[in-house]
């Protein structure tokens, strides 16, 4: 078996596979058109091979609508493209908000202890006023308006309020820097902006009015009409709005403003904006993305019903911010009646085992996180189940990066007979390409399944589908879905959305992540992303492959960054392994040799990379991904500005003397050894 391979074991299966979601909504399926799709494979190729899928999907999920469609699909706007459900009328916040009981919707809790609940008939009587002032300030629908925002109640309900008219809505963390925050919204050009004023984080009260102040300020010569300041966060209290600012006002003289109008839900088609996300823009202002109602509502609840079985029994808690696509995918979980968890805060404080006591109090089904949080969890010695029951937890879903054989190993031991998963996705599709899927099996480091309506595979240079081979390769889309972007913001001729993702592979999508397919398990593993890719001597490899292996070192490493070096002048690339140590431990010699001789066992001496220093710290985004393109980049002779999507963009100075690479090593050969 490869060496990407090796480390796939049997972990769980479903007791239960008849009463999954997904398997009865295959039946379901073969009811309607007479079809024996026999398993979740079957179900698959039939979602990718006929556009009757999305139908069938619209159907099962019981999507509300004014006008209904006058067929599934027609010609798009680019042949890539695809237009969905022309002629349908609906609105994406009516759908999300179908319930109106008592049941709880949203369970807004924050660090310092402070817990609400709200039920689908609060929510709605929320977004309600909030709309009435919204529509009695002028917002109309197309209207743009942005938030910095922490996940909290009033996220849920501003998005909600502004999608009820049929105005887009587009946020940002309050963790976000001025610069971050204009590159984003001067495109945009929001009508309203909805700010905090005062955060706590990590037991660190924390004062936004500069920096929410310096936003206005700037947004008001790009068509900011108002600006609206929540309250404290911590003690509640409205803030005291900055002198000089024209049309700010507080939230609660803003809802003053409206005039109890009843809620209407202005009715659009499929493809109307709801949401403006971003690329990462870590080496340069970010594109705008632009998505649709009707697909992320159709692609949300899909994932959400098949994917981790919700219904109006389920409790979602993704960690997250309003800044990352997560927070944005969490919301259509509303529409299957589910209750969803925003919590704003940091999980390490008061500590990590009342973070974890809230997952467990709270009765949280489905725990979104990263493998990050899970190598800390796994670090701190805290055993989860003699902390408490997690008597309701069915699901812990891993996403932002790839989850390492061993830690998806230690959390499905740790955590006992649950659904532990790995899924795929990205802003890019505000969707998964490959995700969780209960009716199959789990094998350790490996993503289930791809996600139904999406024709997954991997292409090797030349466009040949290789994923029968076990050979790693490109992730593309080969066929359209309702989740692609209706276009990015101001992109004339979409010129930058070609660019995006069809310049490599005509007519189709090409993601950027590097991936493989395991043939005995039918197990995906993605490696990396592909501009990533690591290629010394023309062998390609991805990151992630490194990391599983480092995994046996984490008492050792608190992270770990490998990128490719290839400068103008060198004829072939070669590997950089940077170590950073946890506080206490050194780096040396024999700690070099163990984790060459670790990579060497677990992959092949091909893998072994030619350097490995000690770095002192890793850059990463602010929605807590690894940087490594903007490192690779440094290092092999490229200047970068650092945009405000960097957490921490101090680290990034770090590499530039590796630039230098002899150099380094002639001053500092003690600390590094060439690969012999």
Known sequence: MDSQFSQSRLIWKHRDTQNCRVDVFRRWINRKHGLNLTDYYALHKYSVTDYTFWGDLWEYLNVIYSVPPS??????????????????????????????????????????????QYSFRRLREMVRDLAAALRANGLQSGDRVAGVITNSIDGVVIALAVTSIGAVFSSTATD?????????????????????????????????????????????????????????????KQPTLPPGVPNCTSMASFLATGDGRPLTFEQVPFEHPVFILYSSGTTGVPKCIVHCGGGLLLNGMKESAFGYDMNSDACYFQYTTPGWMMWNAMLPTLGNGARIICYDGSPFHPDLRTFMKFISDQGATIWGTSPRFLVELQASGIEPLKLASFDSLRV?????????????????????????????????????????????????????????????????????????????????????????????????????????????????????????????????????????VLNPSGVRFGSAEIYSVLDQFREELEDTLCVGQRRPEDKDERVLLFLKMR????????????????????????????????IQDIPYTVNNKKIEIAVKQIVSGSNLKPSGTVANPESLQLYYKYRHLEKLLETEGAKAKARL
């Not at 004062?207 to 404290?232: C, E, F, N, W, Y």
């Not at 040396?588 to 893998?607: N, P, Y």
């Open 71 to 116: 067929q599934i699909v027609a010609e798009g706007r680019m042949p890539e493209t695809r237009t969905w459900f022309p002629g349908a009328r609906l609105n994406y916040a009516e759908n999300l908000l179908r319930f109106n009981g008592d049941n709880i919707a949203v369970t807004s809790a924050r660090e310092t202890g402070h817990v609400a």
């Open 176 to 236: 976000m820097g001025v610069q971050g925050i204009l590159d984003r919204y001067r495109q945009i050009q929001p009508k309203f902006v909805f700010a905090e004023t005062e955060v706590v984080y990590a037991g660190k009260t924390i004062d936004l009015m500069p920096k929410v102040t310096a936003v206005i300020r700037d947004l008001q010569s790009h068509g900011l009409h108002g600006a609206i300041l929540l309250p404290s966060s911590k003690t509640g």
């Open 396 to 532: 812990i879903m891993s996403t932002g990066a790839p989850l390492t054989a061993p830690v998806f190993e230690w959390t499905q031991q740790t955590f006992g007979d649950i659904h532990v998963t790995s899924v795929s996705g990205g802003t890019d599709i505000c969707a998964g390409f490959i995700t969780a899927v209960p009716v199959l099996p789990t094998y350790s480091g490996e993503i289930q399944g791809k996600c139904l309506g999406m024709d997954v595979q991997i292409f090797d240079p030349d466009g040949k589908n290789i994923e029968d081979t076990g050979m790693p390769g490109e992730l593309v889309c080969t066929r359209p879905h309702p989740s692609m972007p209706v276009y990015f913001w101001a992109d004339k001729n979409d010129e930058k959305y070609r660019n995006a993702y069809f310049n490599k592979f005509p007519g189709v999508w090409h993601h950027g992540d590097f991936m493989c397919k395991n043939p005995l398990t039918q197990g995906l593993l993605i490696l990396g992303r592909s501009d990533g």
């Open 583 to 614: 506080p206490g431990v050194r780096f040396g010699e024999s700690l070099v040799a163990r984790v060459r001789e670790a990579i060497r066992k677990g992959l092949s001496a091909r893998h072994v990379p030619a350097y490995i220093f000690e």
